[in-house]
């Protein structure tokens, strides 16, 4: 059992930058693939990014390639997702996800459903 709580959301101008953090409980966070998604008001959770259990391969959707980027600390049993040049299409609720499962696409952990354990989630707003 892993347990997420996420932090570091708020309200940001555009351009502007956030660095979300997401602490796990439990002694086998190395174990797991993080993830970061997130979900606007009236949309569907959509995937952010992923980084491997070791932290040496990462994966960004499109619309954050360049601008966010994921890390982890596994000794703080922590992941965090530096989000800079923030546009107003990034408002939404961040979700962290802890996956268990071991597949040998990357493309896997893309999906929702690769996904054990969520956090509660963290609003970032981004004004224009």
């Known amino acids: 059992q892993v347990q997420l709580v996420e932090s570091g959301g708020g309200l940001v101008q555009a351009g502007g930058s956030l660095r979300l953090s997401c602490a796990a409980s439990g002694r086998t966070f190395s174990s797991y693939v993080m993830g970061w998604f997130r979900q606007a008001s009236g949309k569907d959770r959509e995937f952010v990014a992923c980084?491997?259990?070791?932290?040496?391969?990462?994966y960004y959707a499109d619309s954050v390639k360049g601008r966010f980027t994921i890390s982890r600390d596994n000794a703080k049993n922590t992941v965090y997702l530096q989000m800079n040049s923030l546009k107003p299409e990034d408002t939404a609720v961040y979700y962290c996800?802890?996956?268990?499962?071991?597949?040998?696409?990357?493309?896997?952990?893309?999906?929702?459903?690769?996904?054990?354990?969520w956090g509660q989630g963290t609003q970032v707003t981004v004004s224009s």
């Open positions: 980084i491997t259990r070791t932290g040496d391969s990462t």
């Open positions: 996800a802890a996956s268990g499962h071991i597949h040998y696409s990357h493309s896997y952990y893309l999906r929702i459903s690769a996904y054990d354990y």
